[in-house]
C-alpha cells in the first residue's frame, strides 16, 4: 500500500494513482497530513494546521 512522502501515512491505491505526479512512486501529501496541502499541482505549507 502507498505512504505519503510527508506524514508517511497509508493511502489507498486509488488515492495514489489520481493525486500522484507520474514521476513519482507515493504522494507527496495526503489528507491526514497536518502541516502541507496540495495547491493545483504543487504542495504549500498549510496557513492553519488541521486537526483531524
Do not use: I
Not at 512522502?5 to 489507498?12: A, D, G, I, L, M
Not at 494513482?17 to 502541507?36: N, Q
Amino acid at each position: 500500500m502507498p505512504t505519503c512522502q510527508n506524514c508517511e501515512s497509508f493511502v489507498t491505491a486509488q488515492y495514489a494513482k489520481v493525486f500522484t505526479p507520474p514521476s513519482e512512486a507515493a504522494p507527496r501529501v495526503c489528507p491526514h497530513c497536518p502541516d502541507k496541502l496540495r495547491d493545483g499541482a504543487s504542495v504549500r505549507e498549510a496557513r492553519s494546521t488541521r486537526n483531524g
